[in-house]
Structures are given as C-alpha cells and as structure tokens.
C-alpha cells in the first residue's frame, strides 16, 4: 500500500472519533506545549542574565593581590600588598592586548552633606573607570587625568547616593565630606540598577584613586586593577600577557606561585550560565514528563482501537493485507495522532510563552532547536508508543481475527 | 519438494484446488476436536461447487483452509499448482489477495467506506497503479450492477446491495477462485436468489466458485454437490437439476424490497 494511501486511511480513520482523537491528542499538545514554554523561559532567562553580565563591563578582567601567608596563617585573597599603582601603569604600557586599566580601591566612609548624611563605598578609580565599566555621567563631569595626577578633590555620585544626600536638588557643584575631606561634586553617573547578585550599582561614590590612597586610606597598595582586554577574543591574551608581566616585575621564580589572582569576567559569566542552564534543564525534564504521559495516552487509545478494529483487520487481512500492512496501517495512525498533536502543541507552547511574558513581565525566548526537539520528540513517542499496539494488530490471525465478535 | 513436484506432475495439472488427506484438530483445553478428518477433494477450473453439511461438519474448517486463513493439521493443499502448506504468513497474504477471492455471510465491508473503495481495497494491498485500480473497481462494479451505486456507503445499501459490494471485492483482482461462505446467510429468499444469478453468470464466464451453504434451496443452483459430515466428504455429485437462478427469479413475486433510504 503506498504511503500517501496509508496517511489518507489513517487520518480517515482518525476523522471516525474525532472527539478520542482529539483528546488523545490534547496529551501531547500539553507535553509539547509545555516543554516549548518551560525551555522559552529558561532561556529568557539565560539571556537576561547574560545582559546582566555584560553590564558589568565589556571584556573585563580583574587582578586581586594574593593571600597573605604569615607562618601558618593564611589571610583572605585580596590581603597582599603586592599590587601598586606602578603594576597598573606597567599593564598600560606594555600589554598590546590591554584596552584600559583603572587602578582601584575602595573604602567604605560616611559621607556628608549639609545636615543629610549617608554610608556608602567609596571607590578609586582611573579615568578609564568608565569605559571598562560601559557606565556613563547623566549630568556633569567624569573626573580627568589632570585630576588623576593632583590627586584632585573631587568626585562623582551614584543614583542612590544622589537621592539620599541631595533629595530634590542638583549636586553638581556642591561639597561632600568624606572623612573631613571636602570633595567637589563634579559628575553623577547613570542609573545602572542591580547586579547579577542583586546589589545595587548606584551606591557609590567614585573618586580618583590616587585621591582616594592618599586623602582617605592613607596607603600605597591597590586592592584591585579593572582591565578591560581590547577584544571578547584577546581577553585569554591580555590574561596571559598581565600574568606573565606581573610575574616579571613581582620576580617570582618558576617555582613561586602567584602572589595575585586574575578573575575573567567571562568566568562569572560562564557560573551563572551554567545555573540557568541547570534552570532550563530541570523545567524541560518536568515538562517532558507530561509529554511521556501523552504518549501513553496514544499507547492505551491504540490498544483500543485495535481491539476495536479486529474484525476490520480481519477484513483486511482475507482480502491479502500482510501483517507489515496492518503494522504500518496502525503505526501511522499513532504518528498522525502524535505529529498532529505535536503541531498543535508547537502552536500553544509559543502562544503561551509569548502569553507569559507579556503578562509576566518574564523574558521568554522561543528557539528553533526547541520547536524542532519537541516535534522530533513526538515523532519518536508516536513510534515508540504506537509500536506495541500496531505489533499486536500484525501478529493477530486472520481466521481469529475475522470471527472476533 | 518432492511432494510438490509429485503433485505438481499427477494431480494438479488441470486442478484449481487439489487436497489430499486434510485433517484439522483443534485444542479446545484438554479436549481434541476433529474438524476435519482426512478429506480429499480436487475442483476444476470453471466448476460451480456447493460445500453443504450441517453445522459441526467442518465445512466451514474446510474453507477456511481453502481460503489460506486457516492451516490444515496434516495433509496437502495444493492451490493453482502452489504448495500452500509450504508458504510463509506473507505468502499467504499474498495468495488471498492474488488468487482468492472472499464473499462472508456478513458482508464484511469496511464500514463509512465507499463501494467503490471497499472494491478498490484489494487492489491496495497488490502492485496495481492508482488509475487502474479506479477503473478495475469500476468494471467489477459494473458486473455485480452496482456501477451506479459506487459512492454509497456500506450503510446507505441494502443487504442483497452489500453482498454484491462484497462480490465485486472478491472479483477485482482476478483470482483463480471465490469462495463464499454462506453469502445468502442473512439475506431473504428473493434477494438470496439474485445473488445466486450473480455467481451463476459469473461462473458462465468461467470463474471458479466454491460456496458454502446449509440450504439445500441455494446448493441446488450449484453444478456440484460436495456434503460434509462429522470432518469427511459424505457425498460428492454432479448437480443434474441446475436451477437456474434467472427463470427462479421471473417466477418469483416482485417484492420492492430494495431499502435505501
């Protein structure tokens, strides 16, 4: 019998109850649907969280002094004296893949103004701070090189330290203190929002560091250097080429381990990725399972159905239908059931997701790789499932089959 | 091979059915039932046969057998030169499809199918191509004269209707035999009589049909008479009194008895 036939007869036959059919179906269109909606989510997500990160900076690395050691006493990372402010100049000098480099401390100061006051963290920074950091002044100034190398007595506010200290009027102009030091507003920056971790960017303060080292802790020693690499590609470059430097100028031997450590932002970024992922993973097997427990449902219908149908495979099988015949005849019945449901459910995944996010408020990102797993997926559970029941037609007897009352 | 070659060469040159010493045991729990004996029967091309018997005597066993849905326990059935016993359940499917053709008592129609495709199924399960198979249905239609009723349904058809849908079936692919088991079971006397004329001018045309029937009214139509009792052949005759079925019917009271609607 040729195939075109065999899709014609099934769907034919699928036509009779349309009402079992459709119900039958309704377990893998909620399966599908489900599955489509759960990995839209995850990867909305996914995505989401990348933006955050990439909000963070473009192509940023950070280099943290390594641990103190004293006898057998290990301090946190970050301990050392090691980085200065010589380290960050070398990095601008001789690293080619090195696109900026902002020196960097920070101190956490009570900051007044006028009869407000406010505890925020101060930080240092050079006057690339930010372009590695993708951040930008809505209003006013970023402090300069001139103010780098002054150690000028100025600084720029964050959103929240704005709303907190100067509610309702302009900063720009006015004097701060910090620790007794007055500092000039020159610059507020933008509104950046939370982090990944939920921390919010906008409580700060950013003063030049050589300011910060000299006029608030009175010390020599950076606790960080931000970097930004000149590319996503040159990132592992610049890593090896500020690694290897630092080693040079610290005159660590072969044996020495680093006395500093370089995170990648690409590091955090793959951490949080991988949680999403997980994320992902675990709605679509959940999801999946409904998509299992539908094609069950074809099973059991089709176990019906040939019961039902003996007589007609009886029929059938008298007039010259081989066993393949009616095995083909009944599996294609179970695909018909399972593709059309799995389109149907295509339709309902993507409208629900599109439903979810635009009622939720929650990014939902629809691939093609999920629209075809899930129609790949229903393929093989019609087959699957449908297997047992169009075996058991096959293998019936004729003579048995045709008598079945 | 050698029983085939042996059979091939002495019995069956000019045999549609030849079969020798056919036993049928089944096992019903612990007891053992002798459908059939040891029969042995051969029909010639273009015979007319009435397999008749009461019920038990295995008739229907017998054709069965006949019908490749059934094996036989023991024996040898040797069907247009073919060794059937020898033959794989693919084969057999075969064989029914190409060389039998089937007429049941209940019609066995695909129901919520047209005639035409319920004529047109055989042809499915063969080699035939599409166009051929339309106008092949069409023509076993036309000779059971039902041309004009091909887009019926099985239930929009009377009975007598139904059972010559199901004739056309049995005669789309040209088989070497019909066998019809009991096709006037559930048909009233007018209506049985002029499915008789069918398989009689089918036979005049020379095809070769066994039928089934404990009517000795219907057996009387047939050119031979073959009555079965207890698993054995009790007697095989010619049929001297052919009735024939058309001049019954001219003496029979018209009866508008052809329900559509």
């Known amino acids: 019998m040729k195939t075109l036939n065999i899709f014609l007869s099934a769907f034919r036959a699928l036509q009779r109850n349309k009402m079992r059919s459709f119900l039958t179906m309704l377990g893998i ?16 997500a996914e995505t989401s969280v990348q933006s955050q990160i990439a909000a963070l900076g473009t192509n940023v690395l950070m280099i943290f002094p390594g641990s103190q050691q004293q006898g057998g006493i290990r301090s946190g990372a970050g301990t050392m004296t090691t980085l200065t402010e010589d380290d960050a100049l070398a990095i601008t000098k001789e690293c080619s893949a090195v696109a900026y480099v902002s020196p960097g401390t920070r101190t956490n100061a009570q900051i007044i103004a006028g009869d407000l006051n406010w505890a925020t963290g101060i930080e240092g920074g050079s006057a690339d701070y930010l372009s590695i950091r993708t951040w930008s002044v809505a209003d006013g100034d970023f402090f300069t090189e001139a103010d780098i190398k002054t150690a000028g007595k100025v600084c720029v506010l964050g959103q929240t330290v704005v709303d907190n200290l100067f509610p309702g009027t302009s900063p720009i102009d006015q004097t701060v203190r910090i620790r007794n030091v007055p500092f000039k507003v020159i610059g507020v920056l933008s509104r950046k929002g939370q982090n990944a971790m939920g921390q919010d960017q906008d409580d700060i303060v950013l003063v030049p ?42 005159k660590l031997t072969a044996n020495d381990a680093d006395d500093f450590t370089i995170r990648n932002q690409n590091d955090i970024a793959n951490t949080a990725e991988a949680t999403t992922k997980i994320l992902t993973l675990l709605l679509a097997s959940i999801a999946s399972v409904s998509l299992l427990v539908g094609g069950i449902g074809i099973m059991n219908i089709m176990l019906v159905s040939v019961t039902e149908r003996t ?56 691939t093609p790789f999920s629209i075809i797993l899930s129609f790949g997926f229903s393929f093989v559970i019609g087959i699957f499932f449908g297997y047992y029941p169009a075996r058991k037609a096959a293998m019936l007897n004729p003579i048995d089959a045709l008598r079945y009352e | ?93 075969q064989i029914r499809n190409h060389k039998i053709g089937f007429v049941f008592q209940g019609f066995n129609l695909l129901s919520r199918t047209s005639a035409i495709e319920n004529v047109e199924l055989p042809l499915l399960y063969g080699t035939t191509p599409s166009k051929t198979r339309f106008e092949k249905a069409v023509y076993a239609l036309h000779q059971v004269g039902l041309g004009e009723r091909a887009h019926h349904y099985p239930n929009q058809l009377s009975g007598g209707q139904q059972q010559r849908v199901a004739i056309a079936r049995a005669l789309v692919n040209d088989p070497s035999i019909i066998l019809a088991d009991e096709p006037t079971g559930n048909l009233d006397s007018r209506t049985s009589v002029e499915v008789m004329e069918i398989f009689q001018k089918l036979n005049d ?44 019917l001219k003496e029979l009271p018209a009866i508008d008895e052809d329900i559509e609607e």
């Open chain 1, 29 to 44: 269109i909620i399966g599908v649907g489900a599955v489509i909606a759960m990995l839209a989510i995850g990867q909305g």
């Open chain 1, 209 to 250: 560091y050589t300011t910060l080292l000299k006029r608030l802790t009175h010390s020599t020693f950076l606790r960080y250097i931000l970097v930004s690499a000149t590319s996503q590609k040159t990132m592992s470059l610049a890593q090896d080429q500020i690694s290897d430097m630092l080693r040079n100028r610290h």
């Open chain 1, 311 to 366: 007589r007609e495979i009886g029929i059938r099988m008298s007039i010259g239908a081989r066993g393949r015949d009616i095995l083909t005849q009944f599996l294609i019945e179970a695909l018909v059931l399972s593709l059309v449901g799995g389109t149907l459910g295509i339709i309902f995944g993507v409208t629900g997701s599109t439903l979810i996010s635009h009622l939720a408020k929650w990014p939902s990102i629809i």
């Open chain 2, 1 to 93: 091979m050698s029983v085939e070659g042996t059979l091939n060469a002495s019995t069956t040159g000019h045999h549609v059915i030849a079969v020798e010493h056919l036993t049928k045991t089944y096992q019903l729990g612990e007891v053992e039932v002798h459908a059939l004996r040891g029969v042995s029967v051969q029909v010639n091309k273009g015979e007319f046969v009435a397999i008749m018997g009461a019920s038990g005597s295995g008739k229907s066993t017998f054709m069965n057998i006949l019908g490749c849905l059934d094996k036989p326990t023991k024996g040898n059935y040797i069907l247009d030169g073919l060794n059937v016993g020898m033959l794989s359940r693919d084969e057999l499917a």
């Open chain 2, 205 to 248: 045309n020379g095809i070769t049909i066994l039928l089934v029937t404990h009517e000795p009214d219907i057996a009387e139509f047939a050119r031979r008479q073959i009555i079965f009792k207890d698993g054995r052949v009790k007697t095989d005759r010619m049929n001297t009194s052919r009735k024939d079925a058309t001049a019954v």
